[in-house]
């Protein structure tokens, strides 16, 4: 049994130490915004902010993460009002299929978090998710239009 605050709220999961975060928050959280996408911290689709930090949540344990603060896609929106990030992603028409965004997102907005006004040699150090439709070139456009907001 662990305890994980995910989005502000506490959750008691009856997992295994060694279960990747992941599955304790689609599974037992029961927020779905996070998706499985390789199960090897390579594709990105999973990240969540871990204290913060961008985590790809299928590689991390849920007893690394029991007493900090988690937040998902569901969290990242402040009292109704979308983060600067979604909002951006939205006008710039980004999402195809959409099933690697949310990941897509949060690794987003923690770029933002560290650097405001990121380069684009920044943006291809930090923003390594995979996107398999394409949409690099809408991604970059809207990180930028997000750091001029």
């Not at 130490?17 to 779905?32: M, S, V």
């Not at 930090?53 to 569901?74: L, Y």
């Not at 028409?93 to 949060?106: F, H």
Request: glycine fraction near 10%; charged fraction near 20%.
């Amino acid at each position: 049994m662990a305890n994980l605050t995910i989005n502000g709220k506490s959750f008691d999961v009856d997992v295994e130490p060694d279960t990747p975060l992941l599955w304790a928050i689609r599974e037992n959280a029961g927020l779905t915004g996070t998706k499985y996408g390789c199960g090897i911290a390579q594709c990105g689709a999973c990240t969540v902010h871990v204290g913060g930090v961008a985590m790809r949540s299928c590689s991390v344990m849920v007893s690394e993460v029991a007493g900090k603060k988690i937040t998902t896609i569901e969290g990242l929106a402040d009292n109704g009002n979308l983060h600067k990030v979604q909002q951006a992603w939205i006008a710039n028409d980004v999402p195809q299929c959409g099933y690697c965004q949310s990941g897509m997102i949060m690794a987003v907005a923690a770029l933002l978090k560290d650097k405001p006004k990121p380069t684009d040699d920044d943006i291809n150090e930090a923003i390594t998710n995979i996107c398999r439709c394409g949409t690099f070139q809408q991604v970059r456009e809207a990180i930028h239009a997000a750091a001029n907001a």
